[in-house]
Structure formats: structure tokens, C-alpha cells
């Protein structure tokens, strides 16, 4: 979708931020696990999925409207579902 929708050197402006975010992330959450909880850790994450999600909406053009995708609504569903779950028993290990 990246080399579809951006030019080629959008894949190296995403590489390079996702090499800055590996080293910065770890550095953030034991701050954040320092003056905080370690719930805290997953709320850092928040503000960047919003702001990926406003650039997105703004930025990705539309595909044509000639093209006529389904939707896996199950599919969807059972990851949400999942990855839920999955969130919800790991944070309730951690203990505060």
C-alpha cells in the first residue's frame, strides 16, 4: 500500500522512522515505568496510532472508485476480538 499510494523515497522516510522509533521506544516506556504503572506503558501508544490515523486520512489517496474490495468482516472482527483478549489477560499478569 506504501509504494502504491507514496513515492520510493517514502519507503526510506518509513524505514528510517521505524529505526528512530526502535531505539527512542524503550528509552519512553522505562521512563514511563519509572514514574508510573506499567499499564502506563500501553496508553504511550495512543497519541501515535491517532496521529498515524489523521496523516492516513489525509495523505492516502482513495482507491479509484472502479475497484470494488470486500471488506472481511469476520476477519476483522475475530482480530479485534483477539487481539483484545490477548492485551486484556497480558495486562491483567502484570502486577501493579
Excluded: C, E, N, Y
Excluded at 472502479?66 to 502484570?94: K, M, P
Amino acid at each position: 500500500m506504501l509504494g502504491q499510494a507514496f513515492p520510493a523515497r517514502a519507503a526510506g522516510i518509513w524505514s528510517a522512522g521505524t529505526a528512530v522509533a526502535s531505539g527512542v521506544a524503550p528509552a519512553i516506556a522505562g521512563a514511563i515505568l519509572d514514574h508510573g504503572s506499567s499499564r502506563t506503558t500501553f496508553l504511550m501508544r495512543l497519541p501515535v496510532v491517532a496521529g498515524a490515523l489523521a496523516v492516513g486520512t489525509v495523505w492516502i489517496p482513495k482507491d479509484s472508485p472502479t475497484s470494488h474490495a470486500r471488506v472481511d468482516v469476520g476477519g476483522a472482527v475475530f482480530s479485534i476480538v483477539g487481539l483484545g483478549g490477548l492485551g486484556a489477560g497480558l495486562t491483567s499478569l502484570i502486577p501493579v
